[in-house]
């Protein structure tokens, strides 16, 4: 059962850039969330995607927009890179129907703006 | 909005000692709660969660957490424990019945010398 997997890994980005990040959920899984996790702290949420629809956002600029697609998985795109957008990406996804409240997350993409 | 502290942001243990870390959560209704781990170069794993039943929850490893309502607590417990649980411990909140989507506390990073 595969679980929740992101790429890339790592990836080094020049400031004014964009990045696109892609994540596949958990077998049997249709909600995926994003989480920015800066060094020294917790996971933040960005914003959640549902049948293919952004559900819920978390305090995030508008340079940070995802995608969802049939198959669920999904895209996080961040524009107009900043030093302060780097960071540890991580795709999160579960499965709304009833018990299904427990979240899964990947391994995570590290982004470097330089 | 729903928040969580976690007050300790370091400690550092021998192997076999006791382990107590505190979660205090703010929120208005009814919550799940959850914690998680990371261990060194590794995805965020669920330790525990409690959504309702007996406040004392059992999770992986030998780690338990006790919810305390009236306290607005989820502390997790380890009678003792082991080098290899040297890891960031985080702490998660969400409001049941809503979109899973939780908040994260800032991280207790545990280390435990041999």
């Known amino acids: 059962d595969a679980g929740v997997t992101q790429s890339p890994t790592h990836l080094i980005k020049t400031r004014g850039q964009q990045v696109t990040l892609r994540c596949s959920p958990k077998?049997?899984?249709?909600?995926v969330s994003w989480y920015q996790q800066a060094l020294g702290q917790g996971p933040q949420f960005i914003f959640q995607?549902?049948?293919?629809?952004?559900?819920q956002r978390g305090n995030f600029p508008d340079r940070f927009s995802g995608h969802q697609f049939p198959n669920y998985s999904s895209e996080l795109n961040v524009n107009a890179l900043l030093l302060g957008d780097s960071a540890l990406y991580l795709c999160?996804?579960?499965?709304?129907?009833?018990?299904?409240?427990?979240?899964?997350f990947g391994e995570g993409s590290w982004l470097t703006v330089v | 909005a729903q928040s969580v502290s976690q007050h300790n942001h370091h400690v550092i243990l021998s192997e076999a000692a006791s382990l107590e870390l505190g979660c205090n959560y703010s929120?208005?209704?009814?919550?799940?709660l959850f914690w998680y781990v990371q261990y060194p170069g590794q995805h965020l794993q669920l330790l525990l969660k409690y959504f309702s039943g007996d406040p004392l929850v059992k999770g992986i490893k030998g780690f338990e957490a006790e919810f305390i309502k009236s306290k607005f607590s989820f502390n997790l417990r380890k009678p003792s424990v082991q080098w290899s649980d040297t890891a960031e411990y985080f702490c998660a909140v969400n409001g049941s019945g809503g979109s899973y989507i939780p908040t994260f506390g800032r991280g207790t990073s545990l280390i435990v010398h041999p």
């Open positions: 995607y549902y049948e293919e629809e952004e559900r």
């Open positions: 929120y208005g209704g009814t919550v799940n």
């Open positions: 077998s049997g899984h249709d909600t």
């Open positions: 999160a996804s579960s499965f709304q129907g009833r018990g299904g409240n427990t979240i899964y």
